[in-house]
């Protein structure tokens, strides 16, 4: 077994892409097509933890509870989380085992509902900004917040997005099991959608928040916690850019952290988007990290030969 752990966090657009209208064939089938670029690091003997998103699909649920929601009771946000921790993470476990026995490995897949401690006072619960759901236009998001008081941001032109509060993680739970099973050589599946968001109420109980936590934050967090050397943010880019979606454009194949958490406090990069995934890659290579590679799910075989992605090092 390699000694070098990795903590990939895998996006939830990764199992269901753009356009598309997200249907159970389809997100399996964009599991399995994501599932061969893991496949490099189990070629290679990393021990794995992977987490992902879930923006799409806690939309999509969201969106269903709504249009039914004078025939079946809906469910808080929260609960969505962790419903779609167990679907995504059935999707992801099982396309994974099938692969494993193509490669003749022997390895377990394993997959956690992991719940996160966030503060209940996270300035984002007035001010959210995580996208959820399927893309609208202009007049359609219009319509929708009229009917389910739902809050929409453009996040392309064009396209709008419903957000919702985004908490940062203050501690991921269950870490000690996660980093057991990751070391003796299974792969590990947790905090999936950035993991379900709880706290502690006045009697010292855990609760439910209705609220996303992006998933690279947690990603971070958890690759601290497990020592992972690496962490590989798998997203729809297969690079960061300057400038992104300019005529100005400039592709970053390499930087250090210092130069990079320069550029990100002035403002250079777009803050719904890849903002959170540089705060990440920053703060795990603040604490223990290695190495942070950001790429897309094509191009992680080039990006482990250093062709392809944007490497970030102390």
Known sequence: ?????????LGG??????????????????????LEGI?????????????????????NELLRMELTQDIVPPLPLGVCVAGTQGTIGYMIQQSLQNKLRDM????????LISQVIVDKND???????????????????????????????????????????SPMPDYIMHGKSIKALVDRGSIVIASGGGGIPVYNNNSGNLE???????????AAKLGRIIRAQELWIITDVDNIYLKFGTDKQEKIDSINRNDLEELLNNNEFQKGTI????????????????????????????AMNNCAGTEIMN
């Open 208 to 218: 439910g928040l209705d609220a996303v936590i992006d998933k690279d934050y947690s």
């Open 123 to 165: 300035s984002s619960f007035n001010n959210p900004s995580k996208y959820i759901g399927p893309r609208f236009s202009r007049k359609e998001s219009e319509n929708i917040s009229k009917k389910f008081g739902w809050d929409f941001i453009e996040q392309e032109e064009g396209q709008y997005r419903r957000v919702v509060p």
């Open 39 to 59: 496949s490099h690091f189990i070629d290679q003997d990393y021990k794995i933890c992977i987490n992902h998103g879930n923006g799409p699909q806690v939309g």
């Open 13 to 34: 657009n990764s199992l269901s892409k753009k356009g598309q209208t997200g249907s159970i064939e389809q997100q399996f089938e964009q599991t399995r097509q994501a």
């Open 104 to 111: 003749k490995k022997d390895r377990e897949v394993v997959s």
């Open 1 to 9: 077994m390699n000694t070098q752990t990795a903590m990939i966090a």
């Open 275 to 302: 903002a959170p995934k540089i705060k990440a890659a920053i703060h795990f290579l603040k604490h223990h990290g290695e190495k942070v590679k950001i790429t897309s799910i094509e191009r992680i075989k080039e």
